[in-house]
Protein backbone atom coordinates (compact mmCIF):
# COMPACT_ATOMS: atom_id res chain seq x y z
CA UNK A 1 0.00 0.00 0.00
CA UNK A 2 1.34 3.57 -0.97
CA UNK A 3 0.81 6.06 1.75
CA UNK A 4 -0.95 9.32 0.23
CA UNK A 5 -0.18 12.12 2.70
CA UNK A 6 -2.84 15.08 3.79
CA UNK A 7 -1.01 19.00 2.97
CA UNK A 8 -0.79 19.22 6.94
CA UNK A 9 1.70 15.95 6.58
CA UNK A 10 3.25 17.48 3.62
CA UNK A 11 4.24 19.88 5.69
CA UNK A 12 5.90 18.00 8.64
CA UNK A 13 8.14 16.49 6.18
CA UNK A 14 9.11 19.65 4.92
CA UNK A 15 10.28 20.86 8.15
CA UNK A 16 12.25 17.54 8.36
CA UNK A 17 13.19 17.92 5.04
CA UNK A 18 15.04 21.40 5.70
CA UNK A 19 16.71 19.53 8.38
CA UNK A 20 18.05 17.46 6.25
CA UNK A 21 19.10 19.89 4.22
CA UNK A 22 20.85 21.82 7.40
CA UNK A 23 22.80 18.35 7.77
CA UNK A 24 24.11 18.50 3.99
CA UNK A 25 25.30 22.21 4.23
CA UNK A 26 27.50 21.40 7.38
CA UNK A 27 28.87 18.28 6.25
CA UNK A 28 29.39 19.64 3.06
CA UNK A 29 31.49 22.50 4.70
CA UNK A 30 33.24 19.89 6.95
CA UNK A 31 34.39 17.14 4.39
CA UNK A 32 37.78 18.20 3.91
CA UNK A 33 41.03 16.56 4.01
CA UNK A 34 42.29 15.38 7.04
CA UNK A 35 38.41 15.08 8.44
CA UNK A 36 37.24 11.59 9.40
CA UNK A 37 34.43 9.96 8.53
CA UNK A 38 33.24 10.14 12.27
CA UNK A 39 34.07 13.68 12.46
CA UNK A 40 31.27 14.28 9.46
CA UNK A 41 28.90 12.05 11.59
CA UNK A 42 29.46 14.29 14.88
CA UNK A 43 28.56 17.57 12.68
CA UNK A 44 25.06 15.48 11.49
CA UNK A 45 24.21 14.90 15.06
CA UNK A 46 24.59 18.30 16.37
CA UNK A 47 23.02 19.89 13.39
CA UNK A 48 19.90 17.56 14.52
CA UNK A 49 20.19 18.22 18.50
CA UNK A 50 20.00 21.74 17.25
CA UNK A 51 16.83 21.76 15.29
CA UNK A 52 15.09 19.52 18.02
CA UNK A 53 14.66 16.51 15.25
CA UNK A 54 15.64 13.18 15.88
CA UNK A 55 17.96 10.71 13.50
CA UNK A 56 15.90 8.33 11.25
CA UNK A 57 19.69 6.76 10.64
CA UNK A 58 20.83 5.74 14.08
CA UNK A 59 19.12 2.46 15.11
CA UNK A 60 17.79 1.81 12.18
CA UNK A 61 18.18 -1.66 11.88
CA UNK A 62 21.16 -1.84 13.75
CA UNK A 63 22.93 1.05 11.60
CA UNK A 64 25.25 2.81 14.19
CA UNK A 65 25.58 6.15 13.10
CA UNK A 66 23.64 9.44 12.12
CA UNK A 67 24.61 9.15 8.44
CA UNK A 68 26.13 7.13 5.78
CA UNK A 69 29.72 8.16 4.22
CA UNK A 70 30.46 6.33 1.19
CA UNK A 71 34.39 6.92 0.16
CA UNK A 72 35.30 6.17 -3.44
CA UNK A 73 33.96 3.03 -4.34
CA UNK A 74 31.90 2.44 -1.66
CA UNK A 75 28.40 2.84 -3.34
CA UNK A 76 26.26 3.61 -0.07
CA UNK A 77 25.88 2.73 3.19
CA UNK A 78 29.32 3.57 4.07
CA UNK A 79 29.53 3.71 7.98
CA UNK A 80 31.35 7.32 9.90
CA UNK A 81 34.35 5.78 11.85
CA UNK A 82 37.48 7.55 13.01
CA UNK A 83 39.67 5.65 10.48
CA UNK A 84 38.25 6.90 7.40
CA UNK A 85 40.36 10.07 6.70
CA UNK A 86 39.56 12.37 3.92
CA UNK A 87 42.26 13.14 1.51
CA UNK A 88 43.05 14.74 -1.65
CA UNK A 89 40.96 13.81 -4.18
CA UNK A 90 38.59 11.40 -2.22
CA UNK A 91 35.20 11.69 -3.38
CA UNK A 92 32.25 11.17 -0.33
CA UNK A 93 28.52 10.10 -0.89
CA UNK A 94 26.72 11.49 2.40
CA UNK A 95 23.26 10.09 2.89
CA UNK A 96 21.30 11.91 5.67
CA UNK A 97 17.68 11.73 7.18
CA UNK A 98 15.65 13.28 10.03
CA UNK A 99 12.40 13.13 11.68
CA UNK A 100 10.02 16.00 12.78
CA UNK A 101 7.06 14.95 14.74
CA UNK A 102 6.77 11.54 12.96
CA UNK A 103 7.46 12.65 9.30
CA UNK A 104 10.54 11.40 7.57
CA UNK A 105 13.07 13.36 5.42
CA UNK A 106 16.10 11.63 3.62
CA UNK A 107 18.37 12.92 0.62
CA UNK A 108 22.40 12.30 0.12
CA UNK A 109 24.45 14.24 -2.44
CA UNK A 110 28.06 13.40 -3.69
CA UNK A 111 31.61 16.18 -2.77
CA UNK A 112 34.23 16.13 -3.65
CA UNK A 113 37.30 16.35 -1.13
CA UNK A 114 40.36 18.95 -1.62
CA UNK A 115 41.66 18.96 -4.98
CA UNK A 116 43.30 16.18 -7.51
CA UNK A 117 40.05 15.17 -8.81
CA UNK A 118 39.78 13.47 -12.33
CA UNK A 119 37.45 15.18 -14.85
CA UNK A 120 35.52 12.10 -15.23
CA UNK A 121 34.85 11.89 -11.59
CA UNK A 122 33.12 15.56 -11.46
CA UNK A 123 31.06 14.11 -15.02
CA UNK A 124 29.74 10.93 -13.30
CA UNK A 125 28.56 13.27 -10.28
CA UNK A 126 27.05 15.67 -12.59
CA UNK A 127 25.51 13.07 -14.56
CA UNK A 128 24.10 11.24 -11.12
CA UNK A 129 22.62 14.90 -10.14
CA UNK A 130 20.99 15.30 -13.23
CA UNK A 131 19.51 12.34 -13.61
CA UNK A 132 18.18 12.48 -10.14
CA UNK A 133 16.46 15.75 -11.33
CA UNK A 134 15.08 14.04 -14.58
CA UNK A 135 13.26 11.70 -12.41
CA UNK A 136 11.73 14.60 -10.71
CA UNK A 137 10.62 16.26 -13.18
CA UNK A 138 8.36 13.27 -14.13
CA UNK A 139 6.28 13.48 -10.58
CA UNK A 140 3.63 14.85 -12.08
CA UNK A 141 -0.40 13.70 -12.04
CA UNK A 142 -0.85 10.95 -14.27
CA UNK A 143 2.28 9.81 -14.77
CA UNK A 144 3.11 6.14 -13.11
CA UNK A 145 6.29 4.93 -11.29
CA UNK A 146 7.59 3.60 -14.29
CA UNK A 147 7.68 7.13 -15.80
CA UNK A 148 10.57 8.39 -12.77
CA UNK A 149 12.76 5.03 -13.54
CA UNK A 150 12.77 5.82 -17.46
CA UNK A 151 13.39 9.55 -17.08
CA UNK A 152 16.34 8.67 -14.67
CA UNK A 153 17.96 5.51 -17.12
CA UNK A 154 17.19 7.40 -20.09
CA UNK A 155 19.06 10.62 -19.07
CA UNK A 156 22.30 8.54 -18.13
CA UNK A 157 21.70 6.91 -21.63
CA UNK A 158 21.93 9.81 -23.31
CA UNK A 159 25.05 10.81 -22.36
CA UNK A 160 28.55 10.59 -23.54
CA UNK A 161 30.35 7.61 -22.09
CA UNK A 162 33.44 7.43 -19.66
CA UNK A 163 36.91 6.83 -20.46
CA UNK A 164 36.09 4.26 -18.57
CA UNK A 165 33.52 2.71 -21.26
CA UNK A 166 29.81 2.57 -19.52
CA UNK A 167 27.67 4.21 -16.12
CA UNK A 168 26.72 1.38 -14.53
CA UNK A 169 23.37 1.95 -12.89
CA UNK A 170 23.16 0.54 -9.56
CA UNK A 171 20.88 -2.21 -9.51
CA UNK A 172 20.57 -3.60 -6.12
CA UNK A 173 19.46 -0.21 -4.52
CA UNK A 174 16.64 2.28 -5.51
CA UNK A 175 14.29 4.98 -4.40
CA UNK A 176 11.27 4.52 -2.12
CA UNK A 177 8.21 6.12 -0.71
CA UNK A 178 8.82 7.93 2.29
CA UNK A 179 6.40 9.52 5.11
CA UNK A 180 5.37 7.85 7.86
CA UNK A 181 8.51 5.91 7.80
CA UNK A 182 12.01 6.43 5.79
CA UNK A 183 11.47 3.11 3.90
CA UNK A 184 7.95 2.74 2.48
CA UNK A 185 6.18 1.20 -0.66
CA UNK A 186 7.16 1.58 -3.66
CA UNK A 187 10.68 0.76 -4.56
CA UNK A 188 11.59 2.70 -7.14
CA UNK A 189 13.98 1.69 -9.63
CA UNK A 190 16.68 3.51 -11.43
CA UNK A 191 16.53 2.11 -14.69
CA UNK A 192 12.96 -0.07 -16.45
CA UNK A 193 12.17 -3.65 -16.29
CA UNK A 194 9.65 -5.41 -17.56
CA UNK A 195 9.08 -7.61 -14.78
CA UNK A 196 7.78 -4.96 -12.58
CA UNK A 197 5.68 -3.13 -14.90
CA UNK A 198 4.27 0.72 -14.39
CA UNK A 199 4.14 0.62 -10.70
CA UNK A 200 1.04 2.97 -9.12
CA UNK A 201 -0.54 6.22 -10.59
CA UNK A 202 1.27 9.11 -9.36
CA UNK A 203 -1.20 11.44 -7.56
CA UNK A 204 -1.12 13.78 -4.50
CA UNK A 205 0.03 12.96 -1.91
CA UNK A 206 2.30 10.62 -3.14
CA UNK A 207 5.64 10.91 -1.73
CA UNK A 208 9.10 9.64 -2.98
CA UNK A 209 12.57 9.60 -2.24
CA UNK A 210 14.32 9.22 -5.71
CA UNK A 211 17.99 8.13 -5.64
CA UNK A 212 20.10 7.19 -8.59
CA UNK A 213 23.76 5.65 -7.39
CA UNK A 214 25.85 5.51 -10.36
CA UNK A 215 29.63 4.10 -11.00
CA UNK A 216 32.04 4.48 -13.42
CA UNK A 217 32.13 0.56 -14.48
CA UNK A 218 29.88 -2.09 -13.19
CA UNK A 219 26.22 -2.15 -11.97
CA UNK A 220 27.16 -4.96 -9.69
CA UNK A 221 27.53 -4.29 -5.59
CA UNK A 222 28.62 -6.65 -2.99
CA UNK A 223 28.46 -6.23 0.85
CA UNK A 224 31.12 -6.16 3.37
CA UNK A 225 31.35 -8.30 6.62
CA UNK A 226 30.09 -5.30 8.92
CA UNK A 227 26.34 -6.29 6.78
CA UNK A 228 25.96 -2.28 5.42
CA UNK A 229 28.77 -1.08 3.96
CA UNK A 230 28.27 -1.23 -0.19
CA UNK A 231 30.91 -1.59 -2.89
CA UNK A 232 31.21 -1.93 -6.27
CA UNK A 233 32.72 -5.16 -7.55
CA UNK A 234 34.96 -3.97 -9.88
CA UNK A 235 36.21 -1.19 -7.81
CA UNK A 236 35.03 1.33 -10.16
CA UNK A 237 34.00 4.55 -7.98
CA UNK A 238 31.04 5.66 -7.60
CA UNK A 239 28.32 8.93 -6.92
CA UNK A 240 24.95 8.91 -5.00
CA UNK A 241 22.35 11.87 -5.75
CA UNK A 242 18.98 11.53 -3.46
CA UNK A 243 16.29 14.13 -2.95
CA UNK A 244 12.53 13.06 -1.05
CA UNK A 245 9.89 15.07 -2.99
CA UNK A 246 6.22 15.38 -2.74
CA UNK A 247 3.04 15.48 -5.27
CA UNK A 248 0.22 18.06 -4.30
CA UNK A 249 -2.25 19.24 -6.08
CA UNK A 250 -0.09 22.41 -7.31
CA UNK A 251 2.59 20.25 -8.12
CA UNK A 252 5.60 18.94 -6.89
CA UNK A 253 7.43 20.03 -3.93
CA UNK A 254 11.29 18.99 -3.45
CA UNK A 255 11.31 18.71 0.72
CA UNK A 256 14.81 18.24 0.63
CA UNK A 257 15.98 21.35 -1.19
CA UNK A 258 16.15 24.28 0.24
CA UNK A 259 13.74 25.97 -2.51
CA UNK A 260 11.99 23.60 -3.06
CA UNK A 261 13.50 22.79 -6.15
CA UNK A 262 12.01 25.68 -8.38
CA UNK A 263 15.71 26.44 -9.73
CA UNK A 264 16.22 23.46 -11.32
CA UNK A 265 12.45 22.02 -12.34
CA UNK A 266 12.59 25.41 -13.60
CA UNK A 267 14.80 24.12 -16.28
CA UNK A 268 12.27 21.82 -17.01
CA UNK A 269 9.06 24.27 -17.36
CA UNK A 270 7.98 23.33 -14.05
CA UNK A 271 6.70 25.39 -11.38
CA UNK A 272 7.10 23.71 -7.96
CA UNK A 273 3.78 23.92 -5.54
CA UNK A 274 4.13 26.52 -2.57
CA UNK A 275 5.91 25.87 0.32
CA UNK A 276 4.00 25.02 2.81
CA UNK A 277 6.23 26.80 5.54
CA UNK A 278 6.98 29.72 3.37
Known amino acids: MVEIKTPEQIAKMREAGLVVAAIHQATREAAVPGASTKDLDDVARKVI ?7 NFLGYGGFPATICTSVNDV ?11 LKDGDIISIDAGAIVDGWHGDAAFTAFVGDGH ?8 RVTEESMWAGIAAVR ?10 AIEGYI ?25 MHMDP ?4 YVSKKRGKGPRLVPGFCIAIEPM ?10 LSDDWTVKTDDGTWSSHWEHSVA ?3 EGPLVLTAVDGGAAKLAEYGIQTAPDPLA
Open 118 to 125: APELYELS
Open 141 to 150: KGNRLVDISK
Open 247 to 249: LTE
Open 214 to 223: VSLGTAKTHV
Open 187 to 190: HLLN
Open 75 to 85: VVHGIPDAETV
Open 157 to 181: RRQPRPASGKYGIVEDYGGHGIGSQ
Open 49 to 55: ADHGAKS
